[in-house]
C-alpha cells in the first residue's frame, strides 16, 4: 500500500487550497481514511476520519464548516477541500489507512489507528 499526497502550498489568510491523496494497492472505499497534520514542535492530530464501510466521517472541531473530505473511486484519490484559511493551519498534512474500523470515534482521532502514511505535503498560510 502506498500514500502520494500533493497539492500543498503558500496561501494567504482566509484563502482556499485542495490536497490530493492517490492510493495505490488497495481501494480507498473499502478502508478507514484520514487526513492528519502536524506542525513544528505538536503532536500529529486528526482533521476528518472516514469510515466508509460504516458510513461515519469525523472532523475535527478546529476544521469543521472550513474543510471538506471527498473522493474520486475512479482516480481512487481523497482530497481535502480547506477553504478560509488560517496561519493556525500551517502544517504538513499527511493522508494515512488503516484497516479496522470501530464504532468509537475516539479510534479515529488516534495514529495508531492508521497502518499506512503518506510522506506529507507542506501548507503553509500566511497572515
Known amino acids: 500500500v502506498q500514500l502520494q499526497a500533493s497539492g500543498g502550498g503558500l496561501v494567504q489568510s482566509g484563502g482556499s487550497l485542495r490536497v490530493s491523496c492517490v492510493a495505490s494497492?488497495?481501494?480507498?472505499?473499502?478502508?478507514?481514511m484520514g487526513w492528519f497534520r502536524q506542525a513544528p514542535g505538536s503532536e500529529r492530530e486528526l482533521i476528518v476520519g472516514i469510515s466508509w464501510r460504516g458510513g461515519r466521517t469525523y472532523y475535527a472541531d478546529s476544521v469543521k464548516g472550513r474543510f471538506t473530505a471527498s473522493i474520486d473511486n475512479a482516480k481512487n484519490t481523497l482530497y481535502l477541500q480547506m477553504n478560509g484559511l488560517r496561519p493556525e493551519d500551517t502544517a504538513v498534512y499527511y493522508c494515512a489507512t488503516g484497516e479496522r474500523t470501530s464504532d468509537s470515534a475516539v479510534y479515529y482521532y488516534r495514529p495508531a489507528s492508521y497502518d499506512y502514511w503518506g510522506q506529507g505535503t507542506q501548507v503553509t498560510v500566511s497572515s
Open positions: 494497492g488497495r481501494s480507498i472505499t473499502r478502508y478507514t
